[in-house]
């Protein structure tokens, strides 16, 4: 494990003396468990489904799921000497945005050159659906060819959002990797040596945003009550300097609004105790939502340390301990129910980045302070003892096996701490160092404290922590309080939500404008806090979809929990029987030969 310098001993020693505590903010985070993500996409379907199935984004996607190593998206965005995004320490400590103060923005403002190409996202497409359906008879099987969503005309696919998914982090894709470049020969791209995992990513929601600084129109911010960062539609006039500062790329222009689009974190679900859409589809439940506390009068200080493998721990100190009483009074000084603070004393996030320390921030030397953190891939270290006939959860083995694993610690240090990887190996550590605890104890064999006490953990804490990764429920993943005055007492007294894309033409929550949202699905019923309340409760009760009420005979299939047969989902049975309401007929009886 990498040493400390004198100047981040330094750091710590200064950090463990008590601080007065400033302004306290709230900021609703995200951590994803990276052991789970099998790669499936289904989040960034459900993303795109909800937010951007429309004109002008069709090459957005404000989640999407990239392959590593690989070169991400858009091509090679990790790579901020040709992109310019983040924050740079000016020697007098000061952080401006690497792409230049205002006077070169100014200069800039009306072309600006610093931003991906269509090319580096990719030209999206649809097929030409109409001549493989109306072809006539022939001796040649018709096909439907691809053709640009942009323009129209045949194309030909050569990327796309997920195209390394495809080579599964080979050499041919991989070395393109700006972290492999980075490295290397300390990443081996031989067949026998290559590895992948996957890396879902949002907008990161920073406690620092380069974006919001950057933006000459003041149409990005971030909101107080929960730190979402969002884009006044109303006040962005497509300088598109956000989409350079942005470091992580994830701020997409709509071509047709000549507006920026991003993530929202679908705040519109999250004001009223729903998680994001990507976390609710996840298949392999790797995303915990939950709220963290603050002191806001930090974050510049904690953003600018000189040593950029210090601005991990630098953001962990930013944190506050909502159970420590004065934080609480501070929390209550500065205006943050106390509902609010009780949802911080449950939150995952807290526990997993600070409590457990087994969560990381994706590149904090852009000196962001991203919100969305990462539980490192640990799975093939144990397929790989295993093969070579030791036992592959024994707590020495894996171990030993830390240093030699296929996923290199450099790499993932990289990724998430900045190259320090003493952070990562400790985080490695104790994630084997769980595996062989409780495996202990599947086997009714006594508990090894011993095992704990290699990684600077108790045993009921590597317990707790094996509870939160592997067996929390709904609850426990996702610990979203009520937005400020949506609690149970309003919701017959306020009507709607805004939404930051509620423009003419945009996707809005609260209507679509002259877009359909998808393929003539007409103008919806605007959002109101009691459908999406009734939506939290549909998705959380026991009872099947046949008990509740459908609107005008419509179902949404993005918030049909599965339950039962809505009305208007299938048709009536056969016999004559008409539907109950619950997509079930009348029971026709007996066919001939007497089968149902």
């Not at 071509?255 to 996840?282: D, L, Q």
């Amino acid at each position: 494990m990498a040493e400390r310098s004198p100047e981040r001993a330094g750091r710590a020693d200064r950090g463990a003396r008590r601080r007065p505590i400033g302004r306290v903010m709230a900021q609703v985070a995200m951590v994803m468990n990276l052991d789970k993500c099998i790669g499936c996409h289904t989040c960034s379907v459900t993303c795109k489904q909800a937010w951007t199935n429309r004109g002008g984004v069709e090459y957005a996607w404000f989640n999407n799921v990239e392959t590593r190593p690989g070169q991400g998206y858009p091509r090679t965005y990790q790579d901020q000497d040709r992109w310019k995004g983040g924050w740079v320490r000016r020697p007098d400590g000061r952080l401006v945005p690497r792409a230049g103060g205002r006077i070169r923005r100014l200069a800039t403002i009306f072309a600006n050159p610093v931003m991906p190409s269509i090319q580096d996202y990719y030209e999206p497409w649809t097929y030409d659906y109409e001549t493989l359906t109306n072809a006539p008879l022939g001796d040649d099987f018709p096909v439907a060819s691809p053709r640009s969503a942009l323009t129209g005309k045949p194309m030909q696919v050569s990327w796309s959002a997920n195209w390394d998914d495809d080579l599964g982090g080979g050499p041919e894709l991989a070395s393109q990797d700006p972290i492999v470049r980075r490295l290397g020969d300390r990443v081996k791209l031989s067949f026998e040596e290559t590895f992948m995992f996957y890396l879902p990513r949002i907008c990161e929601h920073c406690l620092n945003p380069t974006c919001v600084a950057a933006c000459p129109s003041g149409a990005l911010y971030k909101r107080v009550e929960d730190g979402i960062v969002l884009v006044d539609q109303d006040r962005c006039r497509g300088w598109r300097m956000c989409v350079t500062a942005c470091p992580y790329k994830k701020i997409y222009f709509n071509h047709r609004t000549g507006k920026a689009e991003k993530c929202t974190f679908c705040y519109p679900r999250v004001e009223v105790g729903m998680p994001t859409i990507c976390s609710e589809t996840c298949v392999g439940r790797l995303r915990y939502l939950g709220v963290v506390l603050y002191d806001v009068d930090r974050v510049g200080e904690a953003a600018a340390v000189e040593d950029e493998r210090d601005l991990y721990e630098a953001q962990l100190d930013v944190f506050l301990d909502p159970s420590d009483p004065e934080v609480r009074a501070a929390a209550r000084r500065d205006g943050i129910p106390d509902r609010w603070v009780r949802s911080a004393e449950r939150s995952p996030i807290l526990a997993l980045a600070k409590r457990f320390r087994v969560a990381l921030p994706l590149h904090p030397e852009f000196r962001t302070m991203p919100m969305v953190w990462y539980v490192p891939p640990l799975s093939p270290v144990v397929d790989a003892l295993t093969r070579t006939g030791h036992d592959g959860e024994e707590a020495g083995h894996l171990f030993g096996a830390i240093d030699a694993l296929r996923i290199p610690i450099e790499y993932l240090a990289e990724l998430f701490t900045a190259g320090d990887t003493g952070p990562v190996d400790l985080v490695l550590r104790r994630l084997a160092a769980m595996r062989s605890y409780m495996r202990r104890i599947n086997l009714g064999q006594e508990r090894d404290e011993s095992i704990a006490e290699a990684v600077g953990m108790t045993g009921a804490e590597i317990e707790d922590m094996y509870r939160l990764l592997a067996l929390a429920k709904y609850d426990e993943r996702y610990v979203v309080p009520t937005a400020f005055g949506v609690d149970e007492a309003d919701k017959g007294v306020i009507e709607e939500i805004g939404c930051s894309l509620d423009f003419d033409g945009g996707p809005g929550m609260g209507g679509m404008g002259d877009v359909p949202f998808g393929e003539a699905s007409g103008r919806p019923d605007a959002a109101t806090v009691e459908t999406f309340h009734a939506l939290r409760d549909r998705q959380t009760s026991e009872g099947g979809a046949e008990e509740r009420s459908a609107t005008d005979g419509r179902v949404n299939l993005l918030n049909w929990d599965g339950n039962g047969r809505p009305s208007g989902l299938f048709p009536p049975r056969r016999g004559g029987g008409t539907d109950d309401g619950g997509g079930r007929g009348a029971d026709p009886g007996p066919l001939e030969g007497g089968r149902p």
